[in-house]
C-alpha cells in the first residue's frame, strides 16, 4: 500500500510552500511517497510524463546523456525542490534523466489526480507556473552564462546555484554548501575542462574566496562569486 505524504514535509518545500494551507492539505491526500535508492534513475530522457516529484530527503541530479554514453550534468536538487513539473502542463515524455545521487525520500502527484484538484482549486496552477517559470529562467541563466561569461564566472554561477539548494549560514556571512559536490562535477557543470575548474578553484581558495571544510565547499566571500558571475 502507497505511503501517505506528511503534510509538514511539503509546508518546508521550497517549491510548494507558498501554497495555502489548504491546497497544501489537498496534495498531501493525493501524493504518495516513493522511496528511491542511491544510483537509481527515477525517470529517463523520453520516459512518459505522468507526474511530479517534490524531494522531501536526499538529493538528485538532472542530467542529459549522449547516445555516446556522455553525461552532461544541469542541476543538483535537494529537498524542497519539484523535478518534472512540466509533465503536469504538457503530458509529453521526459526531456532529461534524473538519478538519485544518494537514498531519497520524494513525494509523487500523478498527472491525473493533479488534473482534477486543479478543476476545483484553479489557483494551483498559477504556483506551478511560478516554478515552471523559475525553471526557465534558471535555464537562461546557465545558456547566458555559457555564451558570456568567462570560465571564473561559471564557476561563481554554480557555486551560488548550489548555495541556493544546499547553503547553510554560518558565522560571518560564510555560507557552507551542504553537499559534497566533486570538481569534475563544477566543471561538468559549468561546462569547462576539469582541469580549468582545478585550477580557477585553487585560485579561488588561496584567495580566501572559498575554502573547504571537512570535504564541503564554503563560500568565504559571496559579493566577490556575485561580481564575477554577473553578465
Not at 2 to 23: K, N, Y
Request: proline residues 5%.
Amino acid at each position: 500500500m502507497p505511503m501517505s505524504v506528511d503534510r509538514a514535509f511539503l509546508d518546508q518545500s521550497v517549491s510548494l510552500g507558498g501554497l495555502p494551507e489548504a491546497l497544501l492539505d489537498e496534495i498531501a491526500k493525493i501524493a504518495r511517497v516513493v522511496p528511491l535508492p542511491a544510483n537509481k534513475v527515477l525517470f529517463e530522457t523520453g520516459d512518459p510524463g505522468n507526474g511530479f516529484y517534490s524531494v522531501l530527503e536526499g538529493s538528485l541530479k538532472v542530467s542529459l546523456v549522449s547516445v555516446e554514453g556522455v553525461e552532461q550534468l544541469l542541476a543538483v536538487l535537494g529537498p524542497g525542490n519539484v523535478v518534472g513539473e512540466l509533465a503536469i502542463f504538457d503530458g509529453r515524455p521526459r526531456s532529461a534523466t534524473v538519478t538519485a545521487i544518494k537514498a531519497s525520500r520524494l513525494a509523487f502527484v500523478d498527472r491525473i489526480s493533479f488534473e482534477r484538484l486543479a478543476e476545483d482549486q484553479p489557483a494551483i496552477y498559477r504556483h506551478m507556473l511560478k516554478i515552471v517559470g523559475g525553471r526557465l529562467r534558471h535555464a537562461n541563466d546557465v545558456f547566458a552564462a555559457r555564451c558570456f561569461l568567462p570560465m571564473n564566472g561559471r564557476i561563481a554561477q554554480t557555486l551560488l546555484q548550489l548555495a541556493d539548494t544546499f547553503g547553510k549560514p554560518v558565522d560571518n556571512d560564510r555560507i557552507l554548501i551542504h553537499y559534497k559536490v566533486s570538481q569534475a562535477d563544477l566543471a561538468n557543470m559549468s561546462g569547462m575542462a576539469r582541469e580549468n575548474a582545478n585550477r580557477i578553484l585553487n585560485i579561488w581558495k588561496r584567495d580566501g574566496l572559498i575554502s573547504r571544510i571537512s570535504g564541503y565547499y564554503c563560500i568565504e566571500d559571496k559579493p566577490a562569486l556575485e561580481a564575477a558571475a554577473a553578465l
